[in-house]
């Protein structure tokens, strides 16, 4: 697995010279030199506003973690999700209710029963 990065590696260092090579250099060096610090600005920015906006969705794509304190307490609902992370399952575990229930918006009053056996029917 060394050896395959290392020459992946020396192999992406060929092709950028062959690159620079075919092209004009002095006006590659050129263009970078008259960015100077801009070329950081340009390199460097969309990676930190991607990475900014892609801790933020994580951070508030499980509502706070209200489905999964709602699945520790529920145990219809774990035993769906269970079952079809499984692939005991055939069809979808969750309608739109279920959905709502997980979320924690409504209360659950079968929190206590357990779903028939999905290989039963």
């Given amino acids: ?15 950028l010279g062959v690159l620079v090579a075919t092209n004009d250099p002095a006006a590659i060096l050129a263009a970078i030199t008259g960015l100077s610090w ?3 600005v340009v390199a460097v920015f969309p990676f930190v506003l991607v990475t900014t906006f ?7 794509a499980f509502l706070r973690d209200r489905v999964f304190q ?3 307490r529920n145990a219809r609902l774990r035993y769906q999700v269970l079952s079809t992370t499984a692939g005991l399952r055939t069809m979808p575990p969750f309608n ?3 959905r709502v229930i997980a979320a924690g918006f409504l209360p659950d009053v079968r929190a ?7 290989m039963s029917s």
């Fill in 1 to 15: 697995m060394k050896l395959l990065r290392v020459l992946l590696l020396v192999l992406g260092v060929v092709f």
């Fill in 38 to 40: 801009r070329l950081a």
């Fill in 54 to 60: 892609d801790t933020l969705g994580w951070r508030y």
């Fill in 70 to 72: 709602t699945l520790d």
């Fill in 96 to 98: 739109l209710i279920d």
């Fill in 112 to 118: 206590h029963e357990r779903s028939p056996h999905p």
